[in-house]
Structures are given as C-alpha cells and as structure tokens.
C-alpha cells in the first residue's frame, strides 16, 4: 500500500529543501551502494535499490516533486487516482537518466552505456617480439657483434599501412559511424540497460576499406623476417635476455614499436667453467712437475700466460690469476680465473720404471710425507684407545 512507503527524502537521506545537485549526489551513492551487479542475491540490497530508484524518480521532476510535497504518496501513485507517473511502469528514464549507464558506466568499465570507450583509432603500441642468439663461452665473455634472424610485423611499404590501394581512403563505417563500437539496449527487472559490443560491419576498426591494398589485403600490416646485427655486450650470460626497445612490431595508428627480446644461449666450454664473472679451469701436472716444482703454462680469456707452481704442489692446490675472469656486464672491472690442479699418476709404468720407483720410495722419509705421518700417528692414537 502506499501509505506504507517510506518517505522519498528519508529514502535519500536528504532534507526537504536539497537541492537538484544535492539530490543527484545522494541518489548517486545510494544506487551504486544498492546495485544489484555489486549485490548479487542479496534481495534486501534489490529492495532498496528499487526504493532509491523510485525516490530519487519522482524528486527530481520538478511537477512530481510539487505534487508529493503538497499530497505525499497520494500525489503521484496511480493507486491514489492522482495524475502523477507512478513507479511501478519499471525505470525508463527514471531520475532524469536515460539509461543505467550514465551511472554505472565508471563502475562496470564501459559495459554500461556512458562509459569510456576506446577510440579504434587511437595510437597504439606494437607487440614485443623475440629472437634466440646462441653464442659460445668467448663471445659471451668478451661481446661481439652478432646477425640473428626473426620475424616480426611492420606496416605494409605500399600503402602505409593504412590498408588502402594506392589513391584510396577508408570511409567511416556507416553503422558505427567510425567509432568502432555499437549499442544495444536490453530491458531488465531493473530497467533499462545499454551494453555495447565490436561493431562487426568494420570489426571494430570504425573504418571501411572499398579498395584493399593489394599486397596486404588490407591489414595495412605485413610479417616478413628480418635480419639485424646485435651489438653483444661482454659479460652477458647463459638464459639472460637482451632487450632492444623498438625493435619489435611496428605501432597501431603511428603508436611505437614494441621492444625485440634477444634471449641469449652459450654454448659450453671444453675447459673454462663460469660462476657470475670468475672463471674457473682444472690442469693436470706430472708427479715430477708437482714435486719439484715447474713453470706451466696456463690458457686464460685473453691468451696463454706462464705460472711457477711452486715445488711440493699437491693435488687440488688452486691458484688465481687477478683480473683474468670475464667483463662485469655494463660495470668496470673483470673477474678473477681460479686454476686448480690436477697431480696425474703414471700409467703403464714399464719393470725398469717399477724398480726405480722402489728405490726412489725406499728413499724417501717420513719427513717428505707431512699428511701421511700425521694420520698414521691419528691411527695408532686410536688404536690405543
């Protein structure tokens, strides 16, 4: 019954003399709070989204409002006999809204009408591309200029990408009217309802093409592979990406290009290892060489250099060579080369050879085995106990 409807301004939570922008605001904050698409199945929530739609429709019609404020209820429900529009017809153009949009536009990202939409002329940024480089251990260490092939998307040469046989225009759509976007209106329990969707007569382009160029059909856009030398920096590692801004597909609309990722794959090395920008490599020496001490030589990065092991060396002595390491990628300065050695023992060793490396032993006293005296004394230190 109506005499059992709340007050329209207690619905709004306005005083009687609001004002038109002080009714719009509060209808505003009410509808979005009551919204059934941020309420959904909540009935209570649907119930005052309707009270506040029919509130803020009759108060914001001038005529309504001065019937309602001298009759109440009375004055604008049907059910009274006044002549006022009552609620129940549904929402068409209620509160002065042609649609739900205009409110909601902001809230559902454009999905209502009123929303932002995107011009499908706007410029527009290409997509980035990629391209695999495979290097070995030295040109990744030190750089290196490097051809590499990929293919990537750029405007057609012959009609500048706009699509066009040469000495032809694209005209504006005639059912978008070039916006590229088109409405539809559905009735719902809540009223009237915009949505808008891709135009499928130009596809979303707002554009129409009579005469394609006939060498990209009229994309305007062509895919075509491309050869280019990549400066390689020194330091650059296995699984890092070189990123080459503008190197990718061309823009949309004059928009930038996108960006050409290089990823970067080196190839093992037969004798260096890496860690970050140190380097490291493994020599074997005689038995000879590591007792008595030698000069070897010893291949780095940047060629052969000799080093003095010292006499007595034994297996898994390491040595560095300061700055022989690889170049800190876009930071001065190298890494260092860590040399480890390897002691080999003879093979194969003929009888002669045999005897003479009995009596070398026999020769040898505890005092030339360090290692071996002291655990043979852990031993009988152990046995005791």
Request: charged share 30%; net charge positive; aromatic share 8%.
């Amino acid at each position: 019954m109506a005499e059992s409807k709340r007050d329209y301004y207690e619905v709004l939570g306005v005083d009687k003399s609001a004002s038109d922008d002080e009714l719009k605001k509060a209808y505003r904050k009410l509808a979005k709070k009551y919204h059934p698409d941020l309420n959904p199945g909540d009935a209570t929530a649907e119930k005052n989204f309707k009270e506040v739609n029919e509130a803020y429709e009759i108060l914001s019609n001038k005529e309504k409002r001065a019937r309602y404020d001298q009759f109440g209820h009375a004055g604008v429900d049907p059910n009274f006999g006044a002549s006022g529009g009552g609620y129940g017809g549904g929402f068409e153009g209620f509160g002065g809204f042609d649609d739900l949009g205009d409110i909601f536009g902001s809230i559902f990202g454009g999905g209502f009408g009123g929303g932002r939409t995107r011009n499908p002329n706007a410029p527009r940024r290409g997509n980035d591309t990629s391209a695999v480089i495979n290097l070995s251990f030295e040109e990744a260490a030190l750089g290196c200029k490097k051809d590499i092939k990929f293919t990537k998307i750029d405007n057609c040469s012959d009609c500048g990408g706009t699509g066009c046989e040469k000495g032809t225009n694209a005209s504006s759509c005639p059912v978008c009217h070039g916006t590229g976007r088109v409405e539809q209106i559905q009735r719902t329990p809540f009223g009237q309802i915009k949505t808008q969707g891709i135009c499928n007569n130009c596809n979303g382009s707002g554009k129409i093409i009579d005469h394609p160029c006939h060498t990209c059909a009229g994309k305007g856009r062509i895919r075509h592979t491309v050869q280019k030398t990549v400066d390689v920096p020194a330091g650059i590692d296995d699984g890092q990406v070189i990123n080459l801004r503008g190197g990718g597909d061309a823009g949309i609309n004059g928009g930038p290009s996108g960006d050409l990722r290089v990823n970067v794959n080196v190839r093992p090395h037969p004798i260096f290892t890496r860690d970050r920008y140190d380097v490291y490599c493994d020599i074997p020496i005689t038995f000879t060489q590591a007792a008595l001490g030698d000069e070897i030589t010893v291949p780095t990065l940047y060629g052969n250099v000799k080093f003095q092991i010292h006499e007595g060396t034994q297996p898994g002595d390491e040595f560095k060579l300061r700055g022989k390491g690889i170049q800190r990628l876009n930071y001065a300065g190298k890494g260092d080369q860590y040399v480890k050695i390897k002691v080999e023992v003879p093979r194969g060793l003929s009888k002669d050879q045999k005897e003479k490396l009995k009596a070398f032993e026999t020769s040898v006293g505890e005092k030339n085995y360090k290692e071996k005296k002291s655990f043979t004394d852990k031993i009988k230190d152990f046995l005791k106990d």
